[in-house]
């Protein structure tokens, strides 16, 4: 859309809701929340780049059986989920390696917050400061099993 690009979203109050912005989907005309632009414009400043985080960890969205379920809940996490990311591969040269990541976690929280699948990963390694170390919640043979992992920094 024409002039649409750049200009900001208000709510009635006149409060910054985010950056509209016709570039970055072809076609479709959207708005960037203005906690991400803010993000991305610090990241820029002090940067000159936008830094993203990484595990190095190959996974795949696996159903949670009853008792992974069970196991989420008895550990007092105040959440329902239904799916987690199956570890099926680590890098050799990734932040996980030498870690105490296995094959078969299946990955169901990052920062204290929940993972389901590969769009929730993606999120919370955009808010985690690459290059330091996150809280990361496994379940491991059916326990909840909890570690600090290094994030790595996508260059």
């Not at 076609?27 to 632009?37: D, F, L, M, S």
């Not at 992974?68 to 990311?85: F, I, M, S």
């Not at 990963?121 to 909890?146: C, N, S």
Request: hydrophobic residues 45%.
């Amino acid at each position: 859309l024409p002039g649409f690009s750049g200009g900001p979203l208000i709510d009635l109050s006149g409060g910054l809701l985010g950056v509209n912005t016709s570039g970055l989907v072809r076609g479709a005309a959207i708005t960037i929340p203005v906690e991400t632009a803010w993000s991305v414009a610090g990241s820029l400043a002090q940067h000159g780049r936008v830094r993203r985080g990484y595990l190095g960890i190959r996974s795949q969205v696996v159903d949670l059986p009853d008792r992974a379920r069970a196991a989420l809940r008895a550990a007092g996490l105040e959440r329902e989920q239904a799916t987690g990311l199956l570890l099926v591969g680590i890098e050799a040269d990734g932040p996980a390696a030498g870690g105490e990541w296995m094959i078969g976690d299946i990955l169901v929280g990052l920062g204290g917050r929940p993972v389901a699948d590969h769009d929730d990963l993606l999120v919370e390694l955009a808010g985690v400061v690459a290059d330091q170390p996150a809280l990361v919640q496994v379940l491991r043979g059916g326990e909840l099993i909890t570690f600090s992992a290094q994030v790595g920094d996508r260059k």
